[in-house]
Each structure stands twice: as C-alpha cells, then as structure tokens.
C-alpha cells in the first residue's frame, strides 16, 4: 500500500495502517534517536515516544514529507529526553559515555588489530559525537549517518539551507578536530593528515 | 564552498572552479581530505536494527487518550500556580490582612455570618426574613454592650422579626444587615484550594507511572 493511503487510514483512525508506517520507520527513528542520545534503553524510550506523539498528531499532517515530519518529531523527543538527563544533573555526554552501546564500524577485511582499532575508534566516534552541541549532532547524523539531503535536514529541523550547512560544517570540523587528536586510531589512509 | 564540494552540491562552473584552486593550494587540499575522512567515518556508522516493534497497541493508545501527556502538558505549571495561590491564601489567612467574618456596622465583627429564611407574611405578601435556628442555641447571656461582638444566637434571643431592608435599621440595632459583606471566605478558599492542588497532583503522579509503563 501506498505511504499516502497509509496515512490517510491512519487518520481515519486505523492502527493497523498506521503500524505499518512505524514499521517502516522505525529503524530509521531509532538509530537517530541512538546516536543522539547514546544510550539504548533511552533511544527505546524516545522511540516510543515518538510513535505514540506521532500516532495522536497525524489528524494534524497536512502532507508534504511524511519521512520529515516523523523525523522532526523523532528529534524533539531526543530534545526532551537530553533536557530530562540534564534535570536530573546528568549531561548527554556523561548519559552516553556511561551507557556507550556498541559502536562496530562496517569493515569486512580486518585482522585482529583492526578489530581492537574498530572498537577504539567506535567509542571515539561517540565520544566525538557526544561532544557536538546538540543542533550541530543531530545536523551531521542526518546526514552522514542516516544519508538525508539539507533539503530535507532544513524540514526535519526547521531551519533554513544556510543554517543546515552551516550547523554540518561546524560539526563536521569539530568531529574532524576530535578525531585528529586519536590519529593512531584512524585508518592508515587517515593517518598523518595534519 | 567546500563542505559543499565534498557534499557534491556545487554546479559544473564552481565545482571546477574548487577542482583548480585544490590543485594549487596545499592548505584546502588538507582540510578537504580531513573532513573527507570524518564523514567517510560517519558513513561507516552501521544503522542498527531497532530492537523491537515499536508499533501501537490498541490498550495503550485508548490509555493515551485519556491521559494523554502532550494534552497534560499545562498540569504541571497549573499546580504549581494553585500551590502558590493556596500558600499565599494560607499567609494571608495567618496574618489575618484581609476581614474575617462580616463587619458591623459600629465596627463590631459578628463571629458567625446570620442566616435568613424567607417568611411570608400573611396578609400583605411581603416578603419576610426571619433568622434560623442554629443547631444548638445555647443559653444566652446579656446583651452585648455595643460596640462589641453581636452573634446570632443575641438575634434569635430577642426574637426580632425584621423586614428586609428598614425593619432592621428602625429596631435601632447596633448591626446593619444590608452592610456589605467585606471579609472574605478564606477558609472555604483554602479547602478548595487544597482540594485542587491534591486533585493535580494526583493526576500527575498517576500520568507519569502510567507514561512510563506505556514506554516500556
């Protein structure tokens, strides 16, 4: 069935339709709301979360991008869970450093020592990532990890073109500047670039 | 224009214009192939797999509607704002700022507000107000000097059967009973206040077990 009539089941009330376009998303809600947060269990929590807000709010979409819209949501659940974490005297970057899940790079061809590099390199991602100011985080996982245009970065997060690329370069320097310091870590092609 | 260049979002003219200056300039060669190497690290970011449906039960979805957060979204502000006005209520009360009860009009203040029950009168249909009984009338001691204290009890002793507006003033009583009632009901205030606030509470603590339960 198409996203559309999904949509339109889902606002006349049927579940079924509109589980379908969870299943279809969820994946995608989840690992955003995992690199965002850090930590599964309240990656879970934010998932829900968004699919419950979602499923009350859909009789408000008024079309346009379904993808965006559920995503933007996705994000202000995060939102909310980091201003939870930090009213209870915890930072994201504690949250995630405390609650780090596996971070396995996709590699195919490695030895052992790569294997032990992956994982080191993994956790330094995360930390790096951790450490972006929120906006900036979420700007360069939607797209370097989940793949999305500024286009649709710019409806997810409700700001202009300008302020999407400008919120992936600085982040992306950031993250490249975290990086640099852990050069042993990096792939040997990576190595010695400063 | 290079984060643009490495996104592959530059037209022909600018992007061979970037190709060029690459070739000739050290510095942005680094940088390009530095950031080429943080997002080429993201990219490698495997996308996990959600570790369970996430769909929405018919039992839970009929629980959110009834209480749902995003609608009691005002709750937690609103008891604040009562909790506040009912300790304000409680200070004022404390401090006695406003009037308890009803002033006389010699200044006196009657511990208990009268009560009126209608009383037709027979022959010229006017309408006429006489005081209740209390539930217990305990006896009554001499009259009040004026100026102090009157209570309905002295009323009901004296028998006095008043019309509404003139007969109470032609009786020459110390008390007015069109004065104006300036206290307020604090006590009632504050009951209702209290009751309010422990409502809302209520209500929030049994939204937050339940939205947890509905998350897991």
Known sequence: MQEHELIKRSQDGDIEAFNQLVEHYQNQVYNIALRMLGSPETAEDATQDTFLSAYRAIGKF????????????????????MRAARRTHATSLDMILEESPEFPLNDNEESPEDYALRQELGRLLTDG??????????????????????????????????????????????????????????????RHNR | MLPEFLDDRLGHDDRDMVKSHLETCETCTRELESLQMAVAMLHRVPIVPAPRSFAIRNVATERVSIFDPQRLR????????????????????????????????????????????????SEQGEQMFQFSEPAESPPVAESPPVGTSVTVEKCVAESHYFEEDDTMRDTGSAWALDAPTSGWPLRQIEIALAVVVFSMVAVLAFTRRRRRSWSK
Request: proline share 6%; glycine share 6%.
């Open chain 2, 74 to 121: 005002w709750l937690r502000p609103a008891t604040a704002v009562v909790t506040v006005l009912l300790l304000v209520v409680l200070a004022i009360d404390f401090l006695q700022v406003l009037p308890l009860g009803m002033e006389s009009a010699d200044g006196g203040v009657a511990t208990e507000e009268p009560r009126f029950v209608p009383v037709p009168t």
């Open chain 1, 62 to 81: 008024k079309g346009g991008s379904f993808k965006a819209w559920i995503l933007r949501i996705a994000a202000n659940a995060c939102y909310d869970k």
């Open chain 1, 129 to 190: 990532l951790a450490r972006l100011p929120e906006d900036q985080r979420l700007a360069v996982i939607l797209c370097d990890i989940q793949g999305l245009s500024y286009e649709e970065i710019s409806q997810v997060t409700r700001s202009s073109l300008g302020t999407v690329k400008s919120r992936l370069n600085r982040g992306r320097t950031r993250l490249r500047d975290i990086l640099l310091q852990h050069q042993e870590l990096l792939p040997p092609k990576f």
